[in-house]
């Protein structure tokens, strides 16, 4: 079991509703294959530094979590389906990477 993390962004003209389904839909998927999610975070509503299918901004996310390699291709050929994902990136966390990440996700929760 390796660390991943996957951000993507999610089409803007989606309904609440659907953003919280579509969510939930990956993260079931996720622990369907065996995943054990360390953490899930919604950034929002935010600008887009390029306009991506003629949208300007998009619902950012990030899953983080455990899981064994072959998952992330399946993952990611869902994503591809998906047209309500505008774009996505899927790395593996070394032990650094997931130290700063655990550390980063800290710091968050004081400030808030």
């Keep these: 079991m390796n660390r991943y993390e996957t951000v993507f962004i999610l089409n803007p003209v989606l309904s609440e509703d659907q953003i ?18 360390v953490a899930k ?10 306009p991506i299918q003629n949208k300007k901004s998009g619902f950012y996310h990030l899953f983080d979590y455990n899981v064994a390699g072959e998952a992330i291709q399946q993952l990611e050929v869902e994503f591809r389906r998906d ?3 505008m774009r996505y990136l899927t790395v593996k966390l070394d032990k650094h990477a997931a130290a700063w990440a655990d550390k980063r996700r800290d710091r968050n929760k004081q400030k808030a």
């Design 41 to 50: 975070e919604d950034w929002g509503l935010k600008k887009l530094a390029y």
């Design 20 to 37: 919280k389904e579509t969510v939930k839909k990956y993260e079931d998927f996720l622990v369907s294959k065996g995943a054990k999610m």
């Design 83 to 85: 047209e309500r994902f």
